[in-house]
T-cell receptor, first 114, second 112 residues
């Protein structure tokens, strides 16, 4: 049973560029949440997708956007990259909107902005 | 693998001892709480959860205690093993809401 799959695992981008990160949820899960984890900190909620809609958003600028596809997979897009966007980006899947039954996390995409 | 928590609070215990990791949560409306374990180079892994209508829940070698009066959670690990070395996060959410908030984390280091 495949868990949450994220791609790519590592990525280096230049300031000002755009990036797209991808996530395939665990089989049977229909909700995807994205988190940003800076070094030495806990994951920070970016947004959650359920039924192909953004259901809730954390305190992140509009440069961060996403999408969920009919097969429940999801993309996170970040435009006009800043050095401060360097972090581990985690995708978490769950069943149903909300985190009421806990998340299954992927191993993350390590984004470095230079 | 990468280091997740370079500047996190650290708890160092001897192998075989019991570990207690504490967490203060922020939202009095939260009604569901989860402990996650994150090893280097991996995403957080679900350990145990508890709902607000309970004050204690036990799993295999782990126990979570919830004190709603002071908004405090603790994770107790019995007979700590080297494989328990990781960063531990508490997380809170509301079953009617959509986002889970993570605490800052504690690094557990188990000495053999």
């Amino acid at each position: 049973d495949a868990g949450v799959t994220q791609s790519p695992t590592h990525l280096i981008k230049t300031r000002g560029q755009q990036v797209t990160l991808r996530c395939s949820p665990k089989s049977g899960h229909d909700t995807v949440s994205w988190y940003q984890q800076a070094l030495g900190q806990g994951p920070q909620f970016i947004f959650q997708y359920y039924e192909e809609e953004e259901r809730q958003r954390g305190n992140f600028p509009d440069r961060f956007s996403g999408h969920q596809f009919p097969n429940y997979s999801s993309e996170l897009n970040v435009n006009a990259l800043l050095l401060g966007d360097s972090a581990l980006y985690l995708c978490a899947s769950s069943l149903g909107a909300g985190g009421a039954y806990g998340y299954t996390f992927g191993s993350g995409t390590r984004l470095t902005v230079v | 693998g990468e280091s997740v928590g370079l500047h996190l609070p650290t708890l160092s215990v001897q192998e075989g001892d019991n570990s207690i990791i504490n967490c203060a949560y922020s939202n009095s409306a939260s009604d569901y709480f989860i402990w996650y374990k994150q090893e280097s180079g991996k995403g957080p892994q679900f350990i145990i959860d508890i709902r607000s209508n309970m004050d204690k829940r036990q799993g295999q070698r782990v126990t979570v205690l919830l004190n709603k009066t002071v908004k405090h959670l603790s994770l107790q690990i019995a007979a700590t093993q080297p494989g328990d070395s990781a960063v531990y996060f508490c997380a809170e959410t509301n079953t009617g809401g959509f986002k889970t908030i993570f605490g800052a984390g504690t690094r557990l280091f188990v000495k053999a």
